[in-house]
């Protein structure tokens, strides 16, 4: 079977392997058809992404069809369309028994830690899998992780109807965070510097603020009776995003964070107790799959103009260097398998 490997900084090849085979009695084996290209991938190709391991078989945003099942398997059936979450878990340390899955203590990441889904064929286990309705194309069915990030970021700040929520970047994750905040009920707002994003934004419903030109403060006082953002996600994730972030949220409300900078903020304690903020991280998803697909298949929650550029598998490395290209505008990337 065809795999993407990358073996170090720069130097990815297309590698034949021997095809993969169910060991364990709750595997599944799958016939991957879609994969969708994350910023995560970027960085390993780069050298950027601190948690690499070389080599590695990158991809985390997977879907694919149910090719064999373990003699354990009672959920699903070969011919079942499925999207993989990437979380691999212990189920043994505190984190795991309180059922803060996404942040095991030993944590591993398929497409990070372990081999991911730019492969021609996957085992992962039953639990790791969702059943999709066949109708669903693999071009939506490759955003239900992307998706899974949305619904965990907006359930770590506990979004209801009737909440403002401020998203920081109105890119692809940034879209997510709006489009379920939306569909819990809350009005959005985001900002970019990016016209053909704010106003893709703009198309959706949400309250599109230029950051180029225009104040966020402003603006969300403006539409929202006087008070800033009750819940404030920072899908940029830089030193002064945080520091705006901290800055931009109401009295009682929520900060979260996305991002993985290293670099430190010039945060003033007296922003975060005068209005007693919580500031939380998101990472990952914490078993969200269920969410996004119920959502999608409820007709609420859209998955359209996400994806920019469908791609062949074997176009993995062009794709890349394109995503890295700043004078080419792209959205998800995703790659299609026969």
């Known amino acids: 079977m065809k795999a993407v490997r990358i073996n170090k900084v720069e130097y990815l090849e297309i590698v034949d392997l021997e095809e993969i085979q169910i060991e364990e009695d709750d595997d599944i084996k799958i016939k991957v058809k879609s994969v969708g290209i994350c910023g995560s991938d970027i960085g390993i190709y780069n050298g950027t992404n601190p948690m690499a391991e070389y080599p590695r078989i990158i991809g985390h945003e997977m879907t694919g069809v149910v090719e064999e099942v373990g003699n354990k398997v009672k959920g699903l059936k070969v011919g079942d369309h499925v999207a993989v979450d990437p979380?691999?878990?212990?189920?043994?340390?505190?984190?795991?028994?309180?059922?803060?899955?996404?942040?095991c203590e030993n944590l591993k990441v398929r497409g990070v830690h372990?081999?991911?889904?730019?492969?021609?064929?996957?085992?992962?286990?039953?639990?790791?899998?969702?059943?999709?309705?066949?109708?669903m194309p693999w071009n939506k069915s490759v955003l239900v992780e992307p998706f899974s990030i949305g619904f965990q970021a907006n359930r770590r700040a506990n979004v209801s109807e009737g909440d403002a929520v401020f998203v920081m970047g109105a890119g692809s994750i940034g879209q997510t965070v709006g489009r379920v905040a939306q569909y819990l009920g809350a009005k959005v707002f985001t900002s970019d510097m990016d016209p053909k994003k704010l106003e893709r934004a703009s198309k959706y419903g949400m309250i599109a603020i230029d950051a180029s030109k225009e104040d966020p403060a402003e603006v969300i006082r403006e539409n929202n009776n006087g008070r800033l953002a009750d819940v404030v996600v920072d899908a940029i994730c830089t030193p002064k995003t945080f520091e705006q972030a901290v800055k931009l949220a109401a009295s009682a409300g929520t900060v979260v964070n996305l991002g993985f900078s290293t670099k430190p903020s010039e945060i003033c304690s007296v922003d975060i107790t005068s209005k007693e903020?919580?500031?939380?991280?998101?990472?990952?998803s914490n078993r969200r799959f269920p969410e996004v697909i119920d959502a999608y298949n409820s007709g609420k929650l859209s998955f359209d103009d996400l994806v920019s550029h469908e791609m062949k598998f074997e176009e993995a490395e062009k794709a890349i260097k394109m995503i890295m290209d700043k004078d080419i505008y792209t959205e998800k990337v995703i790659l299609i398998l026969d």
């Open 114 to 135: 372990v081999d991911g889904g730019f492969q021609e064929k996957i085992v992962v286990k039953e639990s790791q899998a969702y059943k999709l309705d066949p109708s």
């Open 277 to 284: 903020l919580d500031i939380v991280g998101s990472r990952l």
């Open 87 to 103: 979380v691999i878990n212990c189920g043994e340390c505190k984190n795991c028994k309180k059922g803060r899955v996404n942040i």
